[in-house]
T-cell receptor
């Protein structure tokens, strides 16, 4: 079974440009999460989709970040315009059933974003 | 104050040693507790869930003390392949994961 995949693996852009990250969750997983790790900090939650609906976007840093999950399959995270402090590793995770108490989240390999 | 606090280490131990990691969390409403392992430049992977009664998986033992809001991980008979960063993670009803900053372990030959 394929795991969570993310594209691209690396992205280097200049301040002010736009970048779109993509995540394909494990097939059948309704729950999709975005997290990011900026340099020297812990991994932090950004938002959570259940199917195509945003369940929780309390971790989104500001309105330069836009996440979508049309059709409830893959998700995109767009940063527009990118700022220097957006540099970091963006992880996507998916999980199956929220009703399960210890519900394992499976992480993708991450997209390493560098804003120059 | 961070929601999940861990000793960042690094811990450098010889093969065969026993090593213990500790973690505290601030949100008493936390419901689920985990240890994740992250290798250099890789994604976090679930090592084990941590239950109130404590649980063991081979050389790994995890303990949870809800009253003290304290989680621990014990690794016995350390192997070279155990070298990684160990992340203490908690989750609430919203199921989002809250991560500690990680404890770096290097097992030396």
């Amino acid at each position: 079974e394929a795991g969570v995949t993310q594209f691209p693996s690396h992205s280097v852009i200049e301040k002010g440009q736009t970048v779109t990250l993509r995540c394909d969750p494990i097939s059948g997983h309704d729950n999709l999460y975005w997290y990011r790790r900026v340099m020297g900090k812990e991994i932090k939650f950004l938002l959570h989709f259940v199917k195509e609906s945003k369940q929780d976007e309390s971790g989104m840093p500001n309105n330069r970040f836009l996440a979508e999950r049309t059709g409830g399959t893959y998700s995109t995270l767009k940063v527009q315009p990118a700022e220097l402090e957006d540099s970091g590793v963006y992880f996507c995770a998916s999980s199956q059933d929220l009703a399960v108490f210890y519900n394992e989240q499976f992480f993708g390999p991450g997209t390493r974003l560098t804003v120059l | 104050r961070k929601e999940v606090e861990q000793d960042p280490g690094p811990f450098n131990v010889p093969e065969g040693a026993t090593v213990a990691f500790n973690c505290t969390y601030s949100n008493s409403a936390s419901q689920s507790f985990f240890w994740y392992r992250q290798d250099c430049r890789k994604e976090p992977k679930l090592l084990m869930s941590v239950y109130s009664s404590g649980n063991e998986d081979g050389r790994f033992t995890a303990q949870l003390n809800r009253a003290s809001q304290y989680i621990s991980l014990l690794i016995r008979d350390s192997k070279l392949s155990d070298s990684a960063t160990y992340l203490c993670v908690v989750s609430g009803s919203a199921r989002q994961l809250t991560f500690g900053s990680g404890t770096q372990l290097t097992v030396l030959p």
